[in-house]
T-cell receptor, first 115, second 114 residues
Framework: DAGVIQSPRHEVTEMGQEVTLRCKPI?????LFWYRQTMMRGLELLIY????????DSGMPEDRFSAKMPNASFSTLKIQPSEPRDSAVYFC?????????????FGEGSRLTVL | AQSVTQLGSHVSVSEGALVLLRCNYS??????LFWYVQYPNQGLQLLLK??????LVKGINGFEAEFKKSETSFHLTKPSAHMSDAAEYFC????????????FGQGTELSVKP
């Protein structure tokens, strides 16, 4: 079975541009998580969905960030407008929600550089 | 609220030596605890997890961890390091009332010297 698929793997953009990161979770998983990894702040949970519904978006840093999950097989994380401090690796992970003890399966990440 | 503290951002061992990576947690409810490994330019992979069954948990690649409630610790060990173990290791905590989300520690980079 294919793992979590993220695209693009690398994105270089200029400040002010819109960035859209995409994620396809593992088929059958019903929870999806977006994390951001930086040297300074480590791995931060941005938002997560259960059954396509956003449950907790308290980690979304600003209104410039938005995430959607229109169906069980696709999610996007959008940054508009982007800023240099958004440069990071963004990870998507999915799991089969089962009393919080389930394993998260991570994609390979999208490395974003904002110039 | 839950949190995880990993002691030591960088650990260096010789090949064949004991690996010990430290993790302490804070949780107001019984925790679920995880260790993940991240190789360069890759996502995170699960090494092992504790979910209130046996306190000594065995994982992949010869790693194991022991849950000690009295010490609020979940340290990761491996008796004999291999060069291929060089990577970054993350401890994470969750709980039954957290919807499956994981809170990660800052990570420990493990270097293995020949």
């Amino acid at each position: 079975d294919a793992g979590v698929i993220q695209s693009p793997r690398h994105e270089v953009t200029e400040m002010g541009q819109e960035v859209t990161l995409r994620c396809k979770p593992i088929s059958g998983h019903n929870s999806l998580f977006w994390y951001r990894q930086t040297m300074m702040r480590g791995l931060e949970l941005l938002i997560y969905f259960n059954n396509n519904v956003p449950i907790d978006d308290s980690g979304m840093p600003e209104d410039r960030f938005s995430a959607k999950m229109p169906n069980a097989s696709f999610s996007t994380l959008k940054i508009q407008p982007s800023e240099p401090r958004d440069s990071a690796v963004y990870f998507c992970a999915s799991s089969l929600f089962r009393q919080a003890s389930g394993e998260l399966f991570f994609g390979e990440g999208s490395r974003l550089t904002v110039l | 609220a839950q949190s995880v503290t990993q002691l030591g951002s960088h650990v260096s061992v010789s090949e064949g030596a004991l690996v010990l990576l430290r993790c302490n947690y804070s949780s107001s409810v019984p925790p679920y605890l995880f260790w993940y490994v991240q190789y360069p330019n890759q996502g995170l992979q699960l090494l092992l997890k504790y979910t209130s069954a046996a306190t000594l948990v065995k994982g992949i690649n010869g790693f194991e961890a022991e849950f000690k409630k009295s010490e609020t610790s979940f340290h990761l060990t491996k008796p004999s390091a291999h060069m291929s173990d060089a990577a970054e290791y993350f401890c994470a905590v969750s709980a039954y009332n957290q919807g499956g989300k994981l809170i990660f520690g800052q990570g420990t980079e493990l270097s293995v010297k020949p």
